[in-house]
């Protein structure tokens, strides 16, 4: 075992260096504290691996994603997302036995207890489907008691693993009904997952509903392109829920709450609002797109190019590269004259030449363009960031899993304490 040896205050540290797949390497500071007194501080842990995982690897400094080694690119083109699903959370690709069991374990899990109809009439029309999906996820919970311990034997947790799997899909579906204030459609179990949810969505009891196997397989696409991403914001905040051993359902709507945000999931919504203004501001026009362009350079206007940069590709978004080739593919197939693509196209053309974006390595990323699909397909926008939930759900069912198993201790960071050296209490009339 190889080491690296540091210098604290005159006093020699060695700390194990531990190599990774792929040569990735890292310190094993587990001694620091102990041997030193020193802790490491690590904003936004730009530089902190907070765990060993054998799930995803991504490098982002040549666009490469792959999940259990399989390149992301023959996943989206050839797998379906429950398969991908099977993948990340048991580690192999499944055979057809294995498929066909969890498929039909998904669908036959794909009702939700009547009562939780009820909880629906209790949000407001307005109600962020988000916040809808998070507290009724978390609502699963109460049905479901003794499945709370994360400790259960296998079985019992395969179980809550389908039941999340296929409820949320209902729960997310439900929740755009009641936001339009239609009646909710049940699930039908002659569909597959992606048909299902689409029918969930846009069936109405009165008139019949046709599949379309174009937004079918588009749709089977995004899900996997959005299944994992190692240790993300929602990823890892999962992780965090579920160290303090709380149930699945706990660690999956934290989950979805960090997702929300407009740096991370949120971003898909923030990217067609972002597209629709520069839109109703005077269109492609090369005037234009430089004034916004101008606009997002400017720290001071406190708008960013929503859709460009990330914390770890430094590098084209493989996912981006995907969504924008499938973007250009079901608008055509759908004769989808879109005039926020032409925008889009136009600004990422303009930012890609820009010394500003190019020295910051900026380039697309995942949501650049996936907002522009679900457009596409007929999604509204607030639903965008449920889409993307409902297909990182199996990332971060994943990590729990691993998490778990691995029997890692509670997280539980430090910090550098800044504030007021000791001092008394001083009496109210004394202030
Ligand atoms: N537009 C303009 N400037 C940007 C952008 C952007 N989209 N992204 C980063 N920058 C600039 C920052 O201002 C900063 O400049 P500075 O070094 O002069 O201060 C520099 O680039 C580095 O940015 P950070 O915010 O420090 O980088 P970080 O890794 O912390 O953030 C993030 C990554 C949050 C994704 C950021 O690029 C961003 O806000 N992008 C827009 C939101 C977005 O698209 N989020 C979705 C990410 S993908 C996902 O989560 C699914």
Not at 15 to 28: N, Q, Y
Request: hydrophobic letters at 40%.
């Amino acid at each position: 075992m190889s080491t690296v040896k540091m210098n604290v205050e005159g006093k020699t540290i060695e700390f194990p260096s531990i190599t990774g797949s792929e040569s990735k390497k890292a310190l094993d500071i587990s001694n620091l504290r102990a041997e030193t007194g020193y802790v490491t501080l690590d904003y936004g842990l730009k530089n902190t691996a907070v765990t060993k995982s054998s799930i995803t690897f991504l490098n982002g400094e040549e666009g490469i994603l792959r999940y259990r080694g399989y390149p992301i690119e023959q996943l989206a083109e050839k797998a379906s997302f429950l398969e991908v699903a099977y993948l990340l959370i048991y580690g192999e690709l499944p055979t057809l036995d294995e498929l066909d069991k969890f498929t039909s374990g998904v669908t036959n899990h794909t009702l939700i207890h009547e009562n939780m109809k009820k909880f629906f009439e209790g949000y407001p029309q307005h109600a962020h489907p988000m916040g809808v999906l998070a507290s009724m996820t978390c609502a699963l919970s109460s049905f479901y008691p003794e499945s709370l311990d994360p400790n259960q034997e296998e079985k019992a947790i395969d179980q809550t693993i389908l039941r999340l799997i296929a409820k949320t899909a209902t729960i997310a579906a439900w929740s755009y009904k009641n936001s339009v204030g239609h009646p909710v459609m049940y699930p039908q179990n002659r569909l597959d997952y992606s048909a299902n949810l689409l029918y969930m969505m846009f069936a109405k009891p009165t008139e019949p509903y046709e599949i379309n196997n174009k937004v079918v397989s588009a749709l089977n696409k995004l899900l996997i392109l959005h299944a994992d991403h190692e240790q993300n914001c929602s990823t890892y905040t999962t992780r965090v829920v579920g160290s303090s051993q709380a149930s699945l359902y706990a660690a999956v709507s934290a989950g979805i709450m960090a997702l929300w945000g407009p740096l991370h999931g949120g971003a898909n919504q923030a990217v067609v609002e972002m597209l629709q203004k520069i839109y109703d501001d005077g269109g492609a026009s090369k005037e234009n797109i430089n004034k916004w362009i101008a606009r997002f350079k400017d720290k001071e206007s406190g708008q960013r190019l929503m859709g460009f940069g990330h914390r770890v590709y430094k590098n084209f978004d493989p996912r981006a590269t995907i969504i924008k080739k499938a973007a250009d593919e079901v608008l055509d197939d759908l004769n989808v004259d879109d005039p926020l693509l032409d925008i889009a196209k136009e600004l990422e053309f303009a930012a890609l030449n820009d010394s500003y974006f190019i020295d910051k390595k900026l380039y697309p990323n995942v949501d650049y363009y996936s907002g522009l699909l679900y457009r596409a397909m007929g999604i509204p926008t607030d639903m965008f960031t449920v889409m993307f939930a409902l297909g990182r759900l199996p990332g971060w069912i994943a990590n729990w899993k691993e998490m778990v198993e691995d029997k890692q201790p509670i997280t539980r960071p430090r910090q550098i304490y800044i504030g007021e050296n000791k001092r008394d209490y001083m009496p109210i009339e004394g202030r």
